[in-house]
């Protein structure tokens, strides 16, 4: 594929460099061994906030592969709702940067009821369990989610789980980046679908999009679109499914192909490449391509969060 009409972005700067960054934590994976230690055989609450909230979710699957004891929940309700740390041993907090106000304030009263707290971050964030990669430019996250993804695939094989070549994560995100199709932007809204671990995959790719080139996107697990949702597209809409193989995949294909002979136009991203759980690292390189195209097709500016657009200002006061 050539370069995208937003090569210019901080954000394809950070994708174009993000397959090389996930083999460098692959080839020096740095205190995972120690860290994983900290969670065998204990009952793990995995939190994070917006992309990270997603990461959250599958970082969460990828160590129930392992058969560690382990969910996910947003920053925001563990903050405001203490009883979600019932049951808890160790709380992995996911943050690209550390300074998100209610993953700290999740953190303060896991440590006031004398939780373990695991930090995944960025490296320039104070405190961090397990680094990522360097503070991005671009407020559209990317290589750092991914990071982070490859840290909790890590942690799950180093607790047992068998979830395929991690060697091969790098090259299959290069060629998704390189590879994965436009979606030209639609009059009213994108769907993604996503079975599964994917279904977080599809929720990412529906911000991403939003964030950089505010389009309006929705992100949904396969059933929950098909149970309702799924009545409301039209031929001014566009689906993208995501297929990552498991069980599901038949499934996908299937409501891919209704979809299809409804009017509404679709497009299906598949890779079976790696294994499903795995599967999430192509898919998200994809849609992050998706979003990237979108804004360069309509000219937004995908690194400033809209900062850039007049009428934002009152966004300001609300802390992230």
Known sequence: MSA???ADSR???????QSAALAQLIAE????????ERLAGRRVL???TGTSWHAAAQGAALLRRS?????AAQSVDVATEAALLDDVDVVVAMTHTGAKRFTAEAITLAGERGLDVVRISGLDAAEADLRTVPKETSAAYTASHLAALLRHAQLAEALGADLGSLADIPKVVQAAVDTSPSVTPPERLIELIGAGINQWTAAEGALKIREAAYVATEGLSVEQFL?????ALRANDHLVCLDGGGSQSQRTRDIAKAAEQAGVPTTTIMNHDLSEPLSIFPLTAAV??????AAGSLGTNPDTF???VPGREPWKTVTL
């Open 306 to 308: 809209g900062r850039d």
């Open 46 to 48: 995995v939190i994070g």
């Open 4 to 6: 995208p009409a937003a």
């Open 288 to 293: 992050q391509r998706i979003a990237l195209d």
């Open 67 to 71: 058969g560690t004891t382990a969910s």
């Open 227 to 231: 149970h309702g949702p799924s009545v």
């Open 11 to 17: 954000m394809w700067a950070t994708m174009s460099g």
């Open 29 to 36: 994976p740095g205190p995972v061994a120690a860290v994983s």
